[in-house]
């Protein structure tokens, strides 16, 4: 086969299918949870610690920056959950099909984006 | 039957069921807090310490960090994998994920049993 054939890519026209945009934003998603942990572990330690720092972490909470954090977190924590538990479902052969695929990851936006609202607005 | 060579260091499949184990650990873990979260009124200091002391549920808490940290690996080192190129790069960051999950584990120890 001829290496250097020329290649056209329609940049403008290419689109991921949804499933493909689950999936590399369960990637997205993993990655940002793992970059979070120390100041979730550090935010564990001070709920624990006294009841001082506990009553100094709520304050810290009413922060908007604390705030944006954690709903970075809890929209990267809910989208991780429900694209994660439907690689389950996969693995099991629960929705491989086509189309299923595709609404099963439908939902996963859904759903995740519905719980972070919902979480976010008692949040806030 | 075509007689293939099979190579490579073999941790596939052993990685691919580590992790879904440890997901299945975290989701049982999560759906156990959320539902203490979700069942009791008022989350105080005393009620959020006294779940943590119960023994149980201080080693279930272990067992969930210690599941996510090898989840973690399993994920960091695949992503590491598949976007650096440059070898010394790759294995840096690899050392530094494990250091770090190292870390958060002896961390993990001294908040659980720490108050």
Redesign the interface.
Known sequence: MNEKRPKHLALRHIKFPLPAIVSGLH?VS??L??LS??LL?WL??H?????ET??ELGGILQHPVSKLFLTGVLWAFMHH?CA??RF?AI?LDYGVKLAQARASSKWVMVVSLMLTVLMGVRLW | MVNRVVTGAHYGLRDWIMQRVTALVMVTYVLFIAGWLLLGSSVDYDAWTGLFANNVVRSFSLLFLLALYCHAWIGMRDVVMDYIKVAHLRLALHVAVILALIMYLIWSVQILWGF
């Open positions: 990637r993993g990655l949870l793992f942990l120390p572990l564990l330690q709920s624990l610690r006294s009841i506990f009553t959950f994660g538990i389950l693995d």
